[in-house]
């Protein structure tokens, strides 16, 4: 039997309930990208705080293209177990914050009205790094931002709100990007002044966007986690999330129509996320990378197989702790070392099977904001970064297509880099002025020899 409202008392009692009345809940929550890290991450602080108390935050997520995670959601009636992993077992638990899921590609209109009815006070986002449709510039790509990006959507629904009268909202990014939520009000700004000027002005009186850290490890669902998922609580969930135990949210505190209780379930809202979602990208995102495309290279399949593969923790640990982190001004009581050896202990959760191929892909959207940073203030200080430099390397024989084919919006672009065939060519088309990645950092000369050695200490 299927995991929905009328199966739950058939639950296993093992699992960990929510306890509030979902009918009395309003919707006050647009959830732009419903995928697995939503739902392990802001979805389940948000059950919480309504188990807390906390009152008409229920979350209707949207599908930009997909209708997967509809299917697997609408006929649970939005319900679905959150399973964290490690070494000494699984817990479960059981979350009742998302009410239903739109596919803004087959039903544009619903998406639109939700979003500019009067209940919705946030829209969160996690539509990953390419869902801002920016160019190598960081501007906004208007060729890509169409009718359902997030652009389309959420710019046709503020101007129903301005026209109805109805106050602004708060736009939440929880994506992987440095300063996310400044990017997305600049962006946004830009896609509505095309528009109308007068719009614009109203989305940056009206409308907050406060930058958010979001950290939890979230490896894709496969048909026997599903199985066991199944086996220990009574039920068939399609939508259920897997997760380790650990989770962090970093919230700037600036929401213009309030926002759940989300601190009393754990989450840091401060005034400055900066120093948090810098050590964040660059350290763990930074290292995720790095064993990504260095682990792949030589033969492994999980994250956890190449944490313990010693030529490889070695370079982590370096471009952690030697590289990343003198670049990064801590917030007051960061302990930045002590945060690295956390994440190297959370990468060698073996129970998580975590799949390197996962977080390999998309890295033309990933790296500039996980390697080049790290890059460019280790120039400026004159420190030469040969951890990130040798993960550099890695992934552009990744790129090439020495681990098979790649997924990436740009693949055909940077497989085009090789095209001559020799290093000093690809790295003339990655980088520096001519290149596809012609910001923040390019390599000197030191560097790009640097590169091509490591190019070869690869090949072997
Ligand atoms: C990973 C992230 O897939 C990837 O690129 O680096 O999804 C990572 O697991 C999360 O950011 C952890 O919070």
Redesign the pocket.
Same mark, same amino acid.
């Given at each position: 039997m299927r995991l929905a409202e009328a199966a739950l008392p058939r639950l296993a009692p093992a699992v960990r309930c929510f306890d509030y009345d979902r009918a009395a809940q309003a919707v006050g929550i647009v959830h732009l990208g419903i995928g697995a890290?939503h739902r392990a991450h802001q979805a389940w602080y948000t059950d919480r705080a309504l188990s807390a108390g906390d009152r008409d935050w229920a979350i209707c997520g949207v599908s930009l293209r997909s209708p997967e995670v509809a299917v697997q959601l609408n006929p649970q009636d939005g319900l679905y177990i959150v399973a964290e992993r490690s070494s000494t077992g699984t817990g479960y638990g059981l979350v009742g914050a998302v009410r239903n899921v739109l596919v803004a590609g087959q039903e544009r209109e619903r998406v639109v009205e939700q979003i500019a009815s009067a209940a919705v006070k946030i829209i969160s986002l996690t539509v990953t790094e390419k869902g801002y449709c920016r160019t190598a510039e960081g501007r906004l790509d208007f060729t890509l931002a169409g009718e359902t990006s997030l652009y389309g959507l959420i710019g046709e629904a503020l101007k129903r709100r301005r026209d109805a009268g109805l106050p602004g909202l708060t736009l939440l990014s929880c994506d /992987?990007l440095a300063d996310n939520g400044r990017q997305l009000r600049r962006l946004m700004a830009e896609y509505l002044d095309r528009f109308s000027s007068d719009l614009r002005s109203w989305f940056e009186a009206e409308c907050a966007c406060p930058s958010t850290m979001?950290?939890?490890?979230?490896p894709a669902v496969t048909g026997s986690d599903r199985a066991g998922v199944a086996a220990a609580i009574g039920l068939e969930d399609r939508a259920t999330v897997l997760t380790e135990p650990f989770s962090q949210w970093v919230i700037e505190d600036c929401f213009v129509q309030g926002r759940p209780r989300w601190d009393k379930v754990g989450v840091q809202l401060v005034e400055d996320v900066a120093p948090y979602e810098m050590a964040?990208l660059r350290m763990? /995102?930074g290292a995720?990378?790095a064993l990504?495309y260095i682990g792949l290279l030589r033969g492994h399949e999980f994250v956890h197989q190449a944490v313990a593969d010693s030529f490889i923790r070695k370079i982590v640990q370096r471009l952690m702790l030697e590289e990343a982190l003198p670049s990064v001004r801590p917030a007051p009581g960061q302990d930045l070392a002590g945060y690295a050896n956390r994440l190297l202990e959370r990468f060698a959760n073996p129970a998580l099977a975590?799949r390197l191929a996962?977080?390999a892909?998309?890295g033309s959207q990933?790296i500039p904001q996980r390697w080049f940073g790290t890059l460019a203030d280790g120039q400026k200080a004159g420190r030469s970064c040969p951890s990130v430099l040798r993960a550099v390397a890695a992934w552009m024989l990744h790129i090439r297509g020495d681990n098979g084919p790649v997924d990436d919006p740009m693949a055909a672009e940077l497989r085009a880099v090789w095209g001559q065939g020799d290093p000093s060519s690809a790295l003339g088309g990655l980088f520096g002025e001519a290149g596809l990645f012609p910001t923040i950092w390019a390599p000197d000369e030191g560097q790009k020899a640097f590169l091509i050695r490591s190019l070869g200490e690869f090949e072997r």
């Open positions: 890290f /992987n979001v950290d939890r490890i979230v964040k763990l /995102n995720h990378s990504a975590h996962q977080i892909m998309d990933k």
